[in-house]
């Protein structure tokens, strides 16, 4: 069983009228009441996980790799915030350093502290087995089928003169239809890998890292591939 994290989690983003980004993000919020809290908790320990949007996991990855500017991201930021009060924070390093901040009323209630550091936790640890890019079912070879019917309806329409004077000729048509498919299947599965380590480093430091709309572009086929 599953459990949607929009509720919960969101980006702090800003809106900007100025290029080269439309947004700008500061980081991770969680949004919790006393009642959200006790039920994250119960699916946590019931070994549940939280579900995630794909235009999520795109704003996701894209705060991680790129701060302002399009330079490379130092820190990861988030903030929990607990019955309309921000409550904790945890600044992540790239480098491996973490700052955790709390409000000073939590020191009275260790309890309730440790649960809120708990869900913390658990939230960042859901958001970051998100940033691999999971090898699709399909990918790029959903596109051997209609490629494939596309080449052999070429080929007929080109010999169709032919094949009227040997109508014998069309039984080869489904049996070239299935090997094209079959063939194109295996070499564009050969490809996905390679394109998406092309893409990557194009997203990085290429031509798609030029600006906002193209370094979107690239993660989004990458997320697809």
């Not at 900007?16 to 700008?24: C, D, E, H, N, R």
């Not at 939590?106 to 960042?124: K, R, V």
């Not at 003169?161 to 489904?174: A, D, E, G, R």
């Not at 063939?183 to 031509?207: D, F, I, N």
Request: glycine letters at 6%; a positive charge; proline letters at 5%.
């Amino acid at each position: 069983m599953t459990v949607s994290a929009h509720p919960y989690i969101q980006l702090d983003q800003e809106p900007l009228t100025t290029p080269p980004q439309s947004t700008l993000c500061h980081g991770v919020l969680f949004v919790l009441d006393h009642e959200a809290l006790l039920k994250l908790l119960a699916l946590k320990h019931q070994g549940q996980t939280l579900t995630f949007t794909d235009e999520f996991n795109l704003a996701w990855r894209q705060y991680v790799l790129f701060r302002k500017r399009n330079w490379p991201q130092a820190s990861l930021s988030f903030l929990l915030r607990y019955e309309g009060i921000n409550v904790l924070k945890t600044q992540i390093g790239l480098d491996g350093d973490v700052l955790h901040q709390m409000v000073a009323d939590l020191l009275t209630s260790p309890s309730l502290y440790q649960q809120l550091a708990e869900i913390q936790g658990w939230f960042i640890g859901q958001l970051l087995a998100q940033l691999p890019w999971r090898q699709r079912k399909y990918g790029l070879s959903c596109l051997a089928w209609p490629l494939a019917i596309a080449f052999v309806l070429i080929s007929v329409i080109l010999s169709w003169s032919t094949l009227m004077t040997q109508p014998l000729l069309f039984i080869l048509v489904p049996i070239a239809l299935g090997l094209l498919g079959w063939g194109l299947q295996a070499l564009l599965r050969q490809w996905q890998a390679p394109l998406k380590r092309w893409l990557l480093s194009q997203v990085l430091c290429g031509r798609f890292a030029r600006g906002d709309r193209l370094r979107s572009w690239g993660l989004r086929c990458l997320h697809y591939l």
